[in-house]
């Protein structure tokens, strides 16, 4: 019988099925500890690593437990299959069923790193999803950089034709003249909402205070914009363009008149 070396005994065997009934405990701890570490020969047979030859009379006198208590505690242990037994006319051999896993040279390395691997491979995939995520708010940024949106001029056209001080700077005018401009309508439609409205709305004390974004550029601007009200349209912008395209701000004319169309234009 080996009396060197060590054995692992892990610290969920309080669990163990066994670990209250004092003999069967004993018994198998025993075997355990007493069981081959490594193929040996014994005899010309092989004796296979978790196993170990003994008779009942012989684990009796080992472990100071009855012969008649060591044959019932073999008995429940090969019940719960922790034991199997090969018996022959010379002695028995018997065998360590999870020996390797109980055993194992890298069980409870495995055990652990098998956690960490679960855990960084966690991390890891939390990490690439931060990055693609990053990666995607990166990409819309720059795709919603890269669109031009005039807000500046359509709101110094509103200010200059409602008389307002309206800033194109404005998170929710900007929500808004966005919103408009991404279901495709143009400068020119914006110019045209503020001309209708400016001439149906100005001059009307109880309907001028909505000559502002929040109502312009709402949900209703596609109905402003197809309005077939009195509005002659001569402030739409039309002839408002310099040569390039561009809306010459010194050309519009203010209000419907044509008195300060020459005159230079003060922002």
Known sequence: MLEFGFVKLFRKFTTWEWYKDQNTKDIFLHLLLTANYEDKS????????????ASYKTLSLETGISVQCVRTSIKRLKSTSELTSQITSEYSVFTVVKYEEYQGL???LTFNQQAINTQLTSDQQATNNNVRKIKKDKKDKEVKEDIYIPYQSIIDYLNLKANTKYKHTSQKTQTLI???WMEKFTEQDFY???DKKVADWLNDPKMNQYLRPETLFG???EGYLNDKGDSNGQNSGDNQQDSTGKYDTSKIMYNGSTDL???PIDF
């Not at 014994?42 to 030859?53: D, E, P, S, T, Y």
């Open 42 to 53: 014994w005899r010309g047979f092989l004796v296979k690593r978790g196993q170990r030859i």
């Open 106 to 108: 890298t069980s409870e």
């Open 178 to 180: 966005h919103a408009r």
């Open 192 to 194: 045209t909402v503020i």
């Open 219 to 221: 949900t209703k601007f």
């Open 261 to 263: 169309a020459d005159e």
